[in-house]
């Protein structure tokens, strides 16, 4: 295989450990914490989780290590998007496998959780496991999106993992995923199998984070390579000086990572879902507000400038999701072959203008004529709008200049306005993991062998203190259920760990929406540049603004 020289650099990098898990395998004891509960709906969930509700918190410190010898068979699955930072969980996980007893194996499921049904998997060596440390992607197994929750698929799973005697699986997933970790703990529990179940919080979103978890792992390196593309835009847009960028990035739900790259790079305007929810702006109130930006720096001349949009921001706009929900009902069953069955535009526009109440027509007739093709032409196979593939950015810009149009009739904007689009979010989610998520996710893999040797079953690998160096991290695991609260999902009440959305009242909003009317007026931008892998500290190991807005 040809290797870059980052690559052949990048395998040299030895990630760092936090301080109490450096003294060697034989050094590290546990200190048991206090017994926790669930964040909410504390009785119907330890109802739902007999064998695994309320254990305690834990810490790992330096110390003999009083755990059983035993021979440790651990198979390890990667559930979900990519996040950078995945194989380094496996190589910590399988180094301290093979620094505990080089007899344990370690099995790779493949393509995600659907690998352990199907029994799928590989067996990792030091040849294999080598070609992979500090590197991105989840190609090392490949990942997935089956999600591992009925009786049915646990039954297979404990067969299979009976059949190889595997001892631990370790799930490496979101919120989801790691929701259904804790259900196969209690599976297991409940059935005796004596295989435990650890998670590991993935996901670029930034939303699988609470007061336990800092962050989940990739989006620091995820938000880095975004801010650099956003900053090396500003500095095109401030040099040419004749567009306005539209820039969506991704996280399907939640605008962590449109607030990190706005931290990073202070565009003119940033959307953020939350917020557009909260106070339930309309399609219009959005596009004013950005016009306001446009206009009122044409007036100083500067016909250019950059909107950052947030992936999911369509499904928090109220009326928005009244139409969507109403298109979904139009086309329901056999209405959608009628629909289907009609030959040009003009005859489908009539049907939906027939079918749509008065107030989601409104919201429909406002639409550019790809938007509106696109929310009928393009539906999952339950025939759902598919709100993801949506373009967010070419939407608004489109908002925009009708808007502009207006404001020039009326004779109050005289500008320029040239949009250019972009979506970012496969470019950054394989990237090499910057120095923070080697260590990081390297940490999180260790420790969950630690948790696993210690015979721990339904926690969450949890590695605390981020925003300190390394050195200073601390490797703990927390009861996966503490997390947990009850939601309604699909009509019927489930435990799912709560989606950490972005607070309107938290520290990193607040730095933002103190800042953004300076931004949408003037040219502040800022030029984060490329992750730094090698070199001072103080460039290279860099968290989030996030975290250190939260923490700091
Ligand atoms: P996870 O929640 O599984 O980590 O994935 C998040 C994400 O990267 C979102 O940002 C994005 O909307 C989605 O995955 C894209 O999914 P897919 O890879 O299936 O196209």
Same mark, same amino acid.
């Given at each position: 295989m040809d290797?870059?020289p @980052? ?20 050094e ?5 914490g206090?017994?926790?509960q669930?964040v909410a ?24 290590? &009083? ?10 699955i990667l ?7 995945g194989?380094? !969980? ?6 301290? @496998?093979?620094?505990t ?5 370690l099995?790779?499921?493949?393509n995600g959780?659907?690998g352990?049904?199907e029994d799928d998997?590989l $067996? ?5 496991i ?9 190609d090392?197994?490949g990942?997935g999106?089956?999600?591992?929750? &009925?009786?049915e698929q ?6 299979v993992?009976?059949?190889h005697?595997? &001892?631990a699986?370790?799930i ?11 259900v196969?703990?209690?599976?297991f529990?409940?059935?005796n199998?004596?295989v435990? !179940?650890?998670g590991?919080?993935k996901?670029?979103?930034g939303?699988?984070k609470n007061?336990?978890?800092e962050?989940s ?5 995820? $938000?880095?390579?975004?801010?650099e593309l956003?900053?090396n835009?500003e500095?095109d847009a401030?040099?040419a000086k ?9 996280g ?5 990572v ?7 790079t202070?565009?003119n /305007?940033?959307?953020i ?6 106070k339930?702006m309309?399609?219009?109130?959005i596009?004013?507000?950005i ?6 720096r ?10 950052i ?5 369509v499904?928090? !706009?109220?009326e928005?999701?009244?139409?969507i929900a109403?298109?979904?009902e139009?086309?329901a ?5 009628a629909f289907?069955? @009609?030959?040009?535009?003009k005859?489908?526009y ?6 749509l109440s008065?107030?989601?027509m ?5 639409l550019p004529?790809g /938007? ?8 999952d196979?339950h025939?759902n ?9 070419? @939407?608004?810009?489109?908002?925009v200049?009708?808007?502009?149009a ?11 306005f ?11 989610r ?12 390297y940490?999180?893999?260790y420790?969950?062998?630690m ?16 925003s ?8 703990e695991?927390?009861? /996966? ?5 009850i939601?309604?999902r699909h009509?019927e009440?489930k ?5 950490a959305l972005?607070?309107?009242d938290?520290?990193?909003f ?7 009317d300076?931004?949408?007026?003037e040219?502040?931008?800022t030029?984060p ?7 001072p500290?103080?460039?290279?190991d860099l968290?989030?603004? $996030?975290?250190a807005?939260?923490?700091?």
């Amino acid at each position: 295989m040809d290797l870059s020289p @980052l690559q052949k650099a990048r395998y040299a990098y030895t990630p760092k450990l936090p301080g109490m898990l450096r003294h060697g395998i034989s050094e590290i004891c546990v200190q048991e914490g206090s017994a926790t509960q669930s964040v909410a709906d504390q009785a119907k969930i330890k109802e739902l989780f007999p064998n695994t509700y309320g254990k305690n918190e834990i810490t790992f410190q330096k110390g003999k290590n &009083t755990a059983p010898a035993k021979k440790q068979v651990v198979g390890v699955i990667l559930s979900g998007g990519q996040a950078p930072g995945g194989h380094n !969980v496996v190589c910590g996980l399988y180094d301290a @496998l093979k620094a505990t007893n080089s007899e344990n194996v370690l099995l790779g499921f493949k393509n995600g959780p659907s690998g352990l049904i199907e029994d799928d998997y590989l $067996t990792f060596d030091d040849a294999y496991i080598d070609q992979f440390r500090n590197t991105g992607g989840f190609d090392i197994i490949g990942s997935g999106r089956t999600k591992l929750e &009925t009786e049915e698929q646990f039954a297979v799973a404990a067969q299979v993992c009976e059949k190889h005697g595997i &001892t631990a699986i370790v799930i490496i997933g979101g919120d989801d995923s790691n929701t259904n970790a804790a259900v196969l703990a209690e599976y297991f529990a409940a059935h005796n199998t004596g295989v435990q !179940v650890i998670g590991c919080p993935k996901t670029i979103d930034g939303d699988l984070k609470n007061e336990d978890i800092e962050c989940s792992f990739g989006f620091d390196t995820a $938000t880095k390579i975004y801010s650099e593309l956003i900053g090396n835009i500003e500095r095109d847009a401030n040099s040419a000086k004749k567009y306005w960028h539209f820039i969506k990035v991704m996280g399907r739900s939640a605008s962590h990572v449109a607030l990190e790259c706005a931290l990073e790079t202070q565009p003119n /305007i940033c959307l953020i879902s939350e917020e557009v929810s909260a106070k339930k702006m309309s399609l219009s109130t959005i596009a004013d507000y950005i016009a306001d930006s446009v206009e009122k720096r044409a007036a100083k001349g500067l016909n250019f400038g950059v909107a950052i949009i947030p992936e999911g921001v369509v499904e928090f !706009v109220p009326e928005f999701s009244m139409l969507i929900a109403e298109i979904n009902e139009l086309l329901a069953g056999s209405k959608a072959i009628a629909f289907n069955a @009609l030959a040009t535009w003009k005859e489908k526009y009539e049907f939906i203008e027939k079918g749509l109440s008065k107030e989601a027509m409104a919201v429909f007739a406002i639409l550019p004529e790809g /938007i509106q093709q696109q929310l009928f032409l393009e539906r999952d196979p339950h025939g759902n709008v598919q709100v993801s593939l949506i373009e967010s950015e070419k @939407l608004f810009s489109a908002l925009v200049k009708d808007k502009l149009a207006q404001r020039k009739k009326a004779g109050t904007y005289t500008g320029k306005f040239n949009p250019l689009h972009h979506f970012f979010g496969y470019e950054g989610r394989c990237a090499f993991p910057s120095n923070f998520d080697a260590d990081y996710c390297y940490s999180l893999g260790y420790n969950a062998f630690m948790l696993i040797q210690y015979g721990y079953n339904g926690y969450l690998s949890k590695v605390s203190n981020l925003s300190k160096p390394a050195e200073e991290w601390v490797a703990e695991g927390m009861p /996966i259920t503490k997390m947990m609260n009850i939601e309604r999902r699909h009509g019927e009440d489930k435990p799912v760990i709560k989606k950490a959305l972005v607070e309107l009242d938290g520290k990193p909003f607040q730095y933002f929406a103190a800042h953004r009317d300076q931004w949408a007026v003037e040219t502040a931008y800022t030029y984060p540049g490329a992750i730094q892998y090698f070199g001072p500290a103080e460039v290279c190991d860099l968290t989030t603004r $996030t975290l250190a807005l939260e923490k700091g």
